[in-house]
């Protein structure tokens, strides 16, 4: 192929991470690319919430739409900034290994000062929201938005406590400080650490080329993670977690489905053999659903809708 391959990517310091990793994978195959970067609605509204702006393809729409006009040939995303139903005639080519998948609290301060009543902490993500009030619920939380380096910036600017990140994204463009924990019980977004490749159905060689890239393990347990988030309805900022991970051919999943403030809460934990994990993200939101999941994720809309 001879072709160079046009790389697609939002410009924030983050996802041009990203694209330089997918650029560099693929011209150590051989191949000539470029990268072409593009500003999304997601990164230039910053001072209204995710939920409020629309958020299916928020941060995906400007790529794909720089595809089906040709002005490129591949767009790279966090995969779970992605819609779960992708454009017609935009497919997955390729889901990259999994970073680190756990967020993580940034905090200013001492760490008792960051769990003391009445903290404030920051964070754009409904699902974070729900669940850091499910377990400190007198704590207020006040809305986040923007790339990693201006949420940072933003943490640093004002009187609050702590602010939660992805650990992925931190660690990626090295910027992951000393004062943060891990919040190794709050359940990730479906797809969190993991980055995915789109291109054209119809582009067969460049189908070809980023196959190359991808780690089917990784794309077993993301696949099952919306799937999860789909069944249930959920769009990428309602509050709704998703793991699944491989032990000895065995596929763990844990979901979570969560009231806004955090006061209601819908849990999942199942383990199938991989032969079995097909159907698991679908099954495990079907269960929640018929638990009274579909009551309250009803009135997760009527909230995010206001």
């Not at 702590?162 to 090295?174: M, P, Q, S, V, Y």
């Not at 070809?208 to 959920?234: P, W």
């Amino acid at each position: 192929m001879t072709k160079c391959i046009r790389i697609g990517t939002r410009n924030s310091e983050l996802a041009l991470w990203q694209a330089h990793l997918v650029q560099k994978s693929l011209i150590d195959l051989g191949y000539q690319t470029e990268i072409i970067e593009l500003s999304s609605t997601g990164d230039e509204v910053l001072d209204i919430p995710l939920h409020q702006i629309g958020s299916m393809g928020v941060f995906t729409k400007t790529l794909d739409v720089a595809m089906l006009r040709g002005q490129i040939d591949i767009a790279v995303h966090s995969l779970k900034d992605v819609p779960t139903q992708l454009p017609e005639t935009i497919v997955q080519a390729a889901v990259l290994k999994r970073a680190a998948v756990n967020d993580v609290v940034v905090f200013k301060g001492t760490k008792k000062e960051l769990i003391s009543e009445g903290a404030t902490i920051a964070t754009g993500s409904l699902r974070r929201t729900a669940q850091w009030l499910h377990k400190y619920p007198s704590h207020k939380l006040t809305d986040l938005r923007g790339n990693v380096n201006t949420r940072l910036q933003k943490l640093k600017d004002n009187p609050w406590n702590g602010a939660i990140f992805a650990k992925a994204g931190l660690e990626r463009i090295n910027l992951l400080p000393e004062n943060h924990l891990v919040l190794d019980w709050m359940i990730p977004a479906p797809a969190q650490g993991a980055i995915l490749i789109t291109a054209l159905d119809s582009k067969h060689e460049i189908l070809e080329a980023c196959a190359n890239l991808h780690h089917e393990e990784t794309a077993l347990c993301v696949g099952i993670e919306r799937d999860f988030m789909k069944t249930l309805e959920g769009g990428c900022t309602a509050p709704i977690g998703g793991y699944a991970e491989i032990e000895d051919n065995t596929v763990i999943f844990k979901g979570l489905l969560s009231a806004i403030d955090g006061k209601d809460q819908k849990g999942i934990f199942r383990s199938v053999s991989i032969k079995e994990a097909k159907s698991l993200g679908a099954d495990c939101a079907k269960e929640i659903l018929a638990d009274g999941g579909a009551e309250l994720m009803q009135e997760i809309k009527k909230v995010i809708k206001k």
